[in-house]
């Protein structure tokens, strides 16, 4: 397996554009989870989903932030509008079965916003 | 609520020893989880303890005491690949998500 896919790897924009991160999990694995990493915060749970269901969303930032999984083979992360605050790594990670198993991790999507 | 502490920061020479310890505050915990990131790169597993104990695994050991809130990552015969930072996270099984510390950043030194 290829492991977890993100794209795109960096990512650019201007305030106030919408933009759309996407992650593909390992295959079989039935939980995803979006985080934030920042120097200022560490590494923050946005969201998890357990079998394409959200199951806690209370880390996502304001309602600029939304996710989705459609199946069980792609998830995005969207944020509209974006600020320059936004500007983090993002990273999306999945795991066999929920938090008592080990998490694979993408190798995250850098986001400027400027 | 959750609350981790690790150290911010270590200092060790290629060879030695060094123990880097988390201690956590968590109702519904489940296990402790130890994660390697190295600088640009995203946090590979390394270790995963549910019952107390130390868990060898090579140059690396975990060591977790529930009763004490409180694990450790152990190092041995460091090697300057190891400068990277060290994140330790509870699982909380009745939130059902992992509450990752700030992370140890270790640097290895000649």
């Known amino acids: 397996d290829a492991g977890v896919i993100q794209s795109p790897r960096h990512e650019v924009t201007e305030m106030g554009q919408e933009v759309t991160l996407r992650c593909k999990p390992i295959?079989?694995?039935?939980?995803l989870f979006w985080y934030r990493q920042t120097m200022m915060r560490g590494l923050e749970l946005l969201i998890y989903f357990n079998n394409n269901v959200p199951i806690d969303d209370s880390g996502m930032p304001e309602d600029r932030f939304s996710a989705k999984m459609p199946n069980a083979s792609f998830s995005t992360l969207k944020i509209q509008p974006s600020e320059p605050r936004d500007s983090a790594v993002y990273f999306c990670?999945?795991?066999?079965?929920?938090?008592?198993?080990?998490?694979?991790f993408g190798q995250g999507t850098r986001l400027t916003v400027v | 609520g959750q609350n981790i502490d690790q150290p911010t920061e270590m200092t060790a020479t290629e060879g030695a020893i060094v123990q880097i310890n988390c201690t956590y505050q968590t109702s519904g915990f489940n296990g402790l989880f130890w994660y390697q990131q190295h600088a640009g790169e995203a946090p590979t597993f390394l270790s995963y303890n549910v019952l107390d104990g130390l868990e060898e695994k090579g140059r690396f050991s975990s060591f977790l005491s529930r009763s004490k809130g409180y694990s450790y990552l152990l190092l041995k015969e460091l090697q300057m690949k190891d400068s990277a930072s060290y994140l330790c996270a509870a699982a909380n099984t009745n939130a059902g998500k992992s509450t990752f510390g700030d992370g140890t950043t270790l640097t290895v030194k000649p």
């Open positions: 295959s079989g694995h039935n939980s």
């Open positions: 990670a999945s795991s066999l079965q929920g938090v008592n198993t080990e998490a694979f």
